[in-house]
């Protein structure tokens, strides 16, 4: 190679931009390859935030993780897990030093957008059997037809018992589906708004078409429908108000590309989070802070809700922590750090309009650190202090993990949040980092193998 100039030297000295892991560092695609067929099948198994907590317990108690016990007293090393409500979860290992030098936490969401069935949504009309939706979260609504979905929830019967839900994963199980016009018939809605293509009280979910065979039946296919629900999990109609039940896109995780770079998937927003911090704090096993995972429920529809961090059980988890070594919590929060890991919107040359590429994030260039979300001139947003961004830097630098900076669009574009503002309410210092996403909160997210790799490099050297 020819020698490099003065000027360029000098550019290499001052200037910084994120540079492409496939260029780079080739030899990460075999290893992110690798670890990306875990999380796929992270994808697949937890299509809800319940499904997501079952499938951490079960692996956290693989790994030698117990349920926290607040009067136990624990050793650095010690694994423990604590379930709230059977949607949101907390994963410690504790550390060397006592927990009023702070904790390392990490905040994902397991909650995605998605279709809710209604209290009453049963119903049948023109000799078809329908379910009324509320949609959860911010979908773009015209998504969510003529593409199959799944049927997955929890229902509380009458007699106490509890059955879980699943229709339409399995092969040869049936799905369900929103019907949309033909382009035949469709002048008329192709006039409207693109936010209204398919209206919310539109995505109402075809479940079957045959009758009862009763000529005295006012409702045959309704009944027909409620008749297979009620063989398969025994339930009837009263019991969809003691029910939780959620219709996701029944697609599974699939590679993208003919070069296998990408995963194509529902619900990664904010799933590829999740994962990547539920193996960082499995394969942390003698961290010098002690950690604090979580996996929120809730954050979709502005972490509302008691499972959800705009409640307290983060907090009361860390008071349990801190009772147990006799320190103050208000010390313990005010020496700890949170990374609020949440996706961010990955640059797409297909809209480049809406981006600021400079300050935006692109595949396959690492995770990416957010240093404030917001909208309306960063209201609403936890803008992190300089102080933690250099020590978050630090530790990323330090590990040699791939990172880029990232905002969410260009300035008055548009906006979000994330958990973020709520740990810094507790007087922690946070700052949001995550993995880049194209086709954020469609029923097909994208993502770069390479940045989910990343990711997980990030947290665990976070833990370290
Ligand atoms: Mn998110
Ligand atoms: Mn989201």
């Given at each position: ?67 926290f016990e607040r009067l136990m ?231 509302d809700g008691n499972t959800g961090l705009n ?154």
């Amino acid at each position: 190679m020819a020698k490099k100039t003065k000027g360029q030297e000098l550019a290499e000295k001052l200037t910084w931009s994120a540079t492409n892991i496939g260029k780079e560092a080739p030899k990460q695609i075999a290893k992110a390859q690798k670890f990306c067929e875990g999380y796929k099948n992270f994808l697949d198994e937890g299509k809800t935030e319940r499904e997501c907590v079952r499938y951490a317990v079960k692996l956290l108690e693989k790994n030698g993780y117990r349920p926290f016990e607040r009067l136990m007293t624990y050793q650095p090393g010690d694994k423990v897990y604590f379930v709230n409500r059977g949607k949101s979860l907390i994963a410690t290992t504790f550390g060397i030093e006592p927990v009023e030098n702070g904790v390392r936490m990490n905040g994902a969401h397991i909650d995605s957008p998605r279709l809710d069935l209604k209290p009453n949504p049963m119903y049948e009309t023109h000799d078809i059997a329908y379910f009324k939706t509320h949609y959860y979260g911010g979908i773009r609504k015209y998504q969510w037809g003529a593409t199959p979905l799944a049927m997955h929830g929890i229902v509380f019967k009458k007699d106490g018992t509890s059955v879980e839900i699943s229709i339409g994963e399995k092969a040869g199980e049936p799905v369900f589906c929103v019907t949309d016009l033909l382009p035949h018939l469709a002048a008329r809605q192709n006039e409207r708004h693109l936010r209204d293509g398919l209206k919310g009280e539109e995505l109402n979910i075809i479940i079957g078409s045959l009758p009862y065979q009763d000529e005295e039946v006012k409702e045959p296919v309704k009944l027909l429908a409620l008749q297979l629900l009620n063989e398969r999990y025994g339930i009837t109609e009263a019991d969809f108000y003691r029910a939780e039940i959620e219709m996701v896109p029944a697609v599974k995780a699939k590679d993208v590309g003919l070069d296998c770079s990408m995963i194509g998937a529902y619900g990664q927003d904010d799933r590829i989070c999740a994962y990547t911090a539920l193996m960082a704090e499995i394969d942390t096993r003698m961290p010098t802070h002690t950690t604090v995972t979580i996996l929120t429920d809730k954050e979709e529809i502005g972490s509302d809700g008691n499972t959800g961090l705009n409640s307290d059980y983060v907090l009361h988890y860390i008071e349990d922590l801190a009772d147990q070594s006799g320190a103050l919590v208000r010390q313990v929060l005010r020496s700890s750090i949170c990374l609020s890991s949440d996706v961010n919107a990955a640059y797409d040359p297909n809209f480049a309009d809406v981006y600021e590429l400079r300050n935006a994030c692109q595949l396959n260039r690492g995770c990416v650190l957010t240093k404030y979300t917001g909208s309306r001139g960063k209201s609403s947003s936890n803008d992190a202090g300089a102080e933690l961004l250099a020590k978050v830097i630090h530790i990323l630098e330090k590990d040699g993990v791939y990172w880029q900076a990232g905002e969410l669009g260009k300035v008055d574009e548009g906006g979000g949040g994330t958990i973020a503002k709520y740990v810094a309410h507790m007087n922690v210092d946070t700052v949001d980092l995550g993995v880049p996403i194209l086709s954020m909160h469609s029923p097909f997210e994208l993502s770069s193998k390479l940045d989910v790799w990343n990711t997980y490099r990030a947290f665990k050297a976070f833990y370290k």
